[in-house]
């Protein structure tokens, strides 16, 4: 779950100990190449001095030609080569020529203008052609002072000097539909009102804790706290695997139900009494097979009287993680590749039924993270002749085959290694800035939540002095996390979602920093919202602001004060551009919640009084705090300003 955007899986890359990292760099040193970022279609940074740099034999002489510029480098013993250009303004295309060991390599197709880092978890890897209106935004897609890098999904146990892969794509309808959703919104938009070309390096990894993402000295691990870490995850890397194997046996490795090409556990004569039986829908992970990555079998059945099998049917089996592929009776009635978060829904046509019992089965491949058929069990159903049957229950369930990884189920949890490989080697390259949307998989508890404010405060200080060659104050830029989950009926005494975006918004003490308020963005019953172009849209405007210097109302109004008068809190707001606004069909704003000096909290009336909103609540004779949103999910937000963008979640109290 939450890895299937990458062409390179995790079993392809290496998992750099001190040994691979030395055998990489006599492979990087074999031959004249420059750093996979320095490809064809590059986009350089405008008003910085540009480095080129690569690899070649030791002591090699190396030349390189840009714009009529030439620069000469000499690799050192470990083969590295390093020249740098003079900032240029943005234009293009270009070719950039580089020579020496009697090669030449020619670059083409370079565009200088700004680029921008796309980096976080799946909300930020979540691709176009997932997102709302889809089909559309790819077929207008054609800018190709657009282009994207997507660095592959890899990581080390030590910081590396090379991605595994990657290349730079355009932006047209052949290539955006696995573009970052929210990365490409917001260049597209972005180039609206800043017209020079914008290259995104989209690293990011769906289900990654911030940890992974920072280096060992902003974490403060020292080498022996380093070893430990490592030492612990392999500890319980084998605790899983014997885990798995007490009670699947010897770990297949191949799929014996999928024999050349013919699905021999679809065939509906096969008996499946031996099967285990498994909750349905639910990851397997949760009900008995955590750790366990590879292919999988499902089978139920349904049954159908003479009249009813002679019309099609239609199948729902909700989302599957990640791929899929169903039949009925030995029939196959359809397959989804790598889309963990779309609800299947298949036509069963009447070729393939008959009267009485017909047999479901359902082959599930998951490369990553969380697997099998999940979601609402509302969701899994036949409906026959516009009536739905429910599925939900007991299946029978085999295990085809397992592709085990090394700590597979968390890989993108453990510190620091995808900033070794999926940061680390991108240091030396000059960017605008970064957006960033993660923090999901930190909101695990409110104490976590409530440690990702030192955490991210720690992480974005540490990229921008990592980041060589960059300004020292590079704009960063991130969503807040949207609301997600069922809608509260009582005020939480906690929540880790609200706390945790107290934690992003702590952050804005940084310099140079902006957030986008996406609390009402999201949906309940789905972790990765499909509408990414608004978030983009709001993500554009705090760009123009604080990266392009722009006098635009960039955030919504933001709690400045409040003062109490007998059972009443009068809310003064901060940032209210144009003005608030209600959305309240009754004029009574949703989502405050009031509380006295019992800290119980009971939902508040609340009513807009020019640019303040006055709280109260005859339950609260003596109230001492407020909340707006402070909620994983809260009802829909009604609370505005001019310009469209909504009042941010806020709390008086630090209970």
């Known amino acids: 779950m939450m890895c299937l955007f990458r062409a390179v899986s995790v079993a392809l890359v290496v998992a750099a100990g001190a040994r691979a990292t030395a055998a990489q760099a006599d492979t990087l040193a074999s031959s004249l190449r420059p750093a996979r970022l320095f490809s064809d279609g590059v986009v350089l940074q405008r008003g910085e001095p540009i480095p080129v740099w690569g690899w070649a034999p030791p002591k090699t002489s190396v030349s390189v030609l840009l714009r009529g510029q030439s620069r000469m480098a000499t690799a050192d013993a470990g083969g590295n080569w390093r020249v740098s250009f003079a900032a240029m303004n943005a234009g293009g295309p270009y070719e950039m020529t580089i020579t020496g060991d009697g090669k030449r390599v020619v670059v083409r197709d370079v565009l200088v203008g700004d680029v921008w880092v796309a980096s976080g978890q799946s909300n930020m890897e979540w691709p ?87 280096s060992r000295a902003a974490l403060g691990l020292t080498d022996s706290a380093w070893r430990a870490a490592m030492a612990s995850d392999r500890a319980r890397n084998d605790s899983v695997r014997a885990a798995l194997q007490a009670r699947i046996g010897d770990l297949p490795t191949a799929d014996a139900g999928l024999v050349g090409g013919r699905a021999v556990w679809a065939d509906p004569m096969l008996s499946d009494a031996s099967w285990a039986t498994i909750t349905t829908p639910a990851l397997w992970e949760t009900v008995g097979y955590d750790g366990m990555d590879g292919v999988a079998w499902y089978r139920t059945s349904f049954t159908l009287t003479d009249d009813e099998a002679r019309q099609a049917v239609r199948l729902s089996l909700g ?91 968390r890989i993108n949890k453990i510190p620091t290694i995808l900033y070794n490989r999926m940061i680390h080697p991108l240091l030396g390259f000059p960017i605008k800035g970064v957006i960033w949307y993660q923090g999901e998989s930190n909101a695990n508890s409110v104490e976590q939540a409530a440690e990702y404010r030192r955490l991210f405060r720690d992480m974005i200080s540490s990229w921008r002095r990592e980041w060589r060659g960059s300004d020292p104050a590079f704009p960063f830029l991130w969503v807040q996390l949207p609301n997600y989950g069922p809608v509260d009926s009582l005020p939480p005494a906690s929540s880790d979602w609200a706390t945790l975006r107290e934690s992003q918004a702590a952050a804005l003490a940084l310099p140079n920093t902006g957030e986008v308020i996406a609390i009402d963005l999201g949906q309940a019953e789905e972790l990765h919202p499909r509408n990414k172009q608004d978030v983009a849209r709001r993500l554009v405007l705090v760009a123009r602001a604080v990266a392009y210097g722009e006098h635009v109302v960039s955030s919504g109004p933001t709690y400045r004060r409040h003062t109490v008068q007998g059972n009443r809190v009068t809310i003064e707001l901060g940032n209210p551009g144009g003005g608030l606004v209600s959305h309240a069909a009754n004029g009574v704003i949703p989502g405050f919640a009031i509380a006295g000096d019992d800290r119980r909290f009971v939902w508040a009336n609340a009513k807009l009084e020019g640019n303040r909103v006055v709280v109260w609540s005859d339950r609260v004779a003596k109230p001492i705090a407020v909340r707006y949103l402070w909620t994983n999910s809260p009802a829909a937000p009604a609370l505005y300003n001019r310009e469209g963008l909504p009042v941010a979640p806020f709390r008086t109290d630090t209970w």
């Open 128 to 214: 176009v052609e997932s997102s709302v209106n889809a089909a559309a935004e790819i077929a207008s897609a054609n800018d190709a002072k657009i282009r994207e890098f997507a660095v592959p999904h890899s990581y080390s146990e030590n910081p590396e000097s090379e991605v595994v892969g990657g290349a730079w794509e355009h932006a047209d309808s052949q290539h955006v539909g696995h573009f970052s959703a929210v990365a490409y919104f917001f260049t597209r938009d972005l180039r609206k009102s800043v017209d020079v070309p914008v290259g995104i390096i989209h690293t990011s990894w769906g289900g990654a804790n911030i940890e992974t993402w920072m």
């Open 319 to 409: 989302p599957i993680d990640d791929s899929d592929i169903t039949w009925v009776n030995g029939v196959e009635v359809g397959r989804t590749t790598q889309r963990y978060a779309d609800p299947r829904l298949y036509t069963v046509p009447v070729a393939a039924l008959h009267t009485g019992t017909n047999v479901i089965a359902v082959r599930v491949d998951d490369t990553g993270g969380g697997g099998g058929i999940y979601g609402s069990p509302a969701l899994l159903y036949v409906e026959v002749g516009g009536v739905r049957r429910p599925l939900a229950g007991a299946w029978r369930f085999k295990v085809g085959m397992v592709s085990f990884q090394p700590d597979g189920q």
